[in-house]
C-alpha cells in the first residue's frame, strides 16, 4: 500500500512539473521543488521520523530559495503539490522544516498566502 501511495505521489508530481508553469528569472521551479521534495512522501502521508534523504532535499530547497521570488515560487509549487495530491497530512507538512532543521519564516499550509512571503 505505502509503494502504491509513493508511486502515485510520484506521477502526481510529474504531472504538476509538466503543467506548472515556470518563473522567468530564480533559482527555484517547480521541478526543482518536485525532486527535492520527492524523497519526502512517505513522511508527508504518514508522520513520523522524516528520512535522511528527505532533509537533505529539504535542506538544498532551502538554499537554493534565496530570493522573495524563489522563495515565493517554492510555496505556491507546494501549495499545488498538496492540491494535487491526495493523502498528503497537512500536520506532517507543516512539521516538516523544523524535523530537518530548517526554519522557514512562513507557515507551509494551503492558507498561507505565497505572494507575502519574503
Same mark, same amino acid.
Given at each position: 500500500m505505502a509503494v502504491a501511495k509513493i508511486i502515485v505521489l510520484a506521477a502526481l508530481l510529474?504531472?504538476?512539473?509538466?503543467?506548472?508553469?515556470?518563473?522567468?528569472?530564480?533559482?527555484?521551479?517547480?521541478? &526543482?521543488? %518536485?525532486? $527535492? !521534495?520527492?524523497?519526502? =512522501?512517505?513522511?508527508?502521508?504518514t508522520g513520523?521520523?522524516?528520512p535522511p534523504a528527505c532533509c &537533505?532535499? %529539504?535542506? $538544498? !530547497?532551502?538554499?537554493? =530559495?534565496?530570493?522573495?521570488t524563489d522563495r515565493q515560487t517554492a510555496c505556491r509549487c507546494m501549495q499545488q503539490a498538496a492540491r494535487m495530491?491526495?493523502?498528503?497530512n497537512p500536520n506532517a507538512a507543516s512539521s516538516l522544516p523544523g524535523k530537518c532543521g530548517v526554519n522557514i519564516p512562513y507557515k507551509i499550509s494551503p492558507s498561507t498566502d505565497c505572494s507575502k512571503v519574503q
Open positions: 510529474c504531472f504538476m512539473v509538466a503543467s506548472a508553469p515556470h518563473p522567468a528569472e530564480g533559482a527555484v521551479t517547480c521541478q &526543482s521543488v %518536485v525532486t $527535492s !521534495l520527492t524523497p519526502c =512522501a512517505s513522511y508527508l502521508t513520523g521520523q522524516a &537533505s532535499g %529539504v535542506n $538544498s !530547497l532551502f538554499k537554493a =530559495a534565496a530570493t522573495t495530491v491526495p493523502g498528503i
